[in-house]
């Protein structure tokens, strides 16, 4: 299996911050990175496939890059609906999930 | 829009088999797309549990490999999850997602389910 590793598991900032959360894989998986927001009591969403196209529908402060084994995901502009977990989702081979980034409000 | 549903007891007794139902709707379950169980403990992260192509083909987590079938209903458009021999680790809310094929991302969930595992 490949490991996905995400720093920080938890992060507190404020609302316009700028905000990077890391996800490092165990060997290379190119660019199959997908990254996800969930909020408490729902389904996670689809932010960022392949590194970094944006979902249809996802707003243009959220931004991934990266490949190999290490990727990012940024959010520009912190807005209140941000304060989520986000989670980073290799497909290079059977699906593994990253633990987890809480991003809490300071 | 797709949508997916999923169905199931909340409650299961150890040592039993969880059976769970997604519905979906908006889309054909034969459209290329992988079709996937995928749940999460309380206050934890994400697990893969499986996933289902059309054609049959099938892949599950090694760690729950002998435990796990995945099976679809192309008359009812839908598609199924059992995992036997369940235990309090199984205790987790379940979700249904459709992984893209090509993309090996899960564009469309299910509100997902609770199922307690106990006496």
């Known amino acids: 299996d490949i490991q996905m590793t995400q720093s920080p598991s938890s992060l507190s900032a404020s609302v316009g911050d700028r905000v990077t959360i890391t996800c490092r894989a165990s060997q290379s998986i190119s660019r199959s990175l997908n990254w996800y927001q969930q909020r408490p009591g729902k389904a996670p969403n689809l932010l960022v496939y392949a590194a970094s196209s944006l979902q249809s529908g996802v707003p243009s402060r959220f931004s991934g890059s990266g490949s190999g084994t290490d990727f990012t995901l940024t959010i520009s502009s912190l807005q209140p609906e941000d304060f989520a977990t986000y989670y980073c989702q290799q497909s290079y081979s059977t699906p593994t999930f990253g633990q987890g980034t809480k991003l809490e409000i300071k | 829009q797709v949508q997916l549903q999923e169905s199931g007891p909340g409650l299961v007794k150890p040592s039993g088999t969880l059976s769970l139902t997604c519905a979906v709707s908006?889309?054909?379950?034969?459209?290329?797309?992988?079709w996937s169980w995928v749940r999460q403990p309380p206050g934890k992260g994400l697990e893969w549990i499986g996933e289902m192509y059309h054609s049959g083909s099938t892949n599950y987590n090694p760690s729950l490999n002998s435990r796990v079938t995945i099976s679809l209903d192309k008359s009812k458009n839908q598609f199924s999850l059992k995992l036997t021999s369940v235990t309090a680790a199984d205790t987790a809310v379940y979700y249904c997602?459709?992984?893209?094929?090509?993309?090996?991302?899960?564009?469309?969930w299910g509100q997902g389910t609770l199922v307690t595992v106990s006496s």
């Open positions: 997602g459709r992984k893209s094929w090509s993309g090996g991302y899960y564009d469309y």
């Open positions: 908006g889309g054909s379950i034969s459209s290329n797309n992988w």
